[in-house]
């Protein structure tokens, strides 16, 4: 299973970005998929996931700007990310709880993409 993710960059205070990702490969189902993030200095934490029944989860420093989304049939997940601060700066990394077609559930996660917001 390999994830792809896409649409990150440098961006200032108080602007938008869009990261997308798509995840390709032996794919049976996907349990939970979305976005955490590692700022300098800091370990990687949970930014946005949705699961499969469409619930999602935040954390609390990105609620009311970020919005993540997800298309199940396409195996993609969005975050449109509005009022970015500069504590937003980090390595965003797209994350999939899988269902392979063997019929083992694994974790999957992207490279990374960087997002800095910065003037």
């Known amino acids: 299973v390999q994830l792809q993710a896409s649409g990150g960059g440098l961006v200032q205070p108080g602007g938008s970005l869009r990261l997308s990702c798509a995840a390709s490969g032996s794919i049976f189902s996907i349990n939970r998929m979305g976005w955490y993030r590692r700022a300098p200095g800091k370990q990687r934490e949970l930014v946005a996931v949705?699961?499969?029944?469409?619930?999602?989860n935040y954390a609390d420093s990105v609620k009311g700007r970020f919005t993540v989304s997800r298309d199940i049939t396409r195996n993609t997940v969005d975050l449109q990310m509005n009022s970015l601060k500069p504590e937003d700066t980090a390595v965003y990394y797209c994350?999939?709880?899988?269902?392979?077609?063997?019929?083992?559930?694994?974790?999957?996660w992207g490279s990374g993409t960087l997002v800095t917001v910065s003037s």
């Open positions: 949705v699961n499969s029944g469409g619930g999602t």
């Open positions: 994350n999939a709880f899988v269902l392979n077609r063997t019929g083992v559930f694994m974790d999957y």
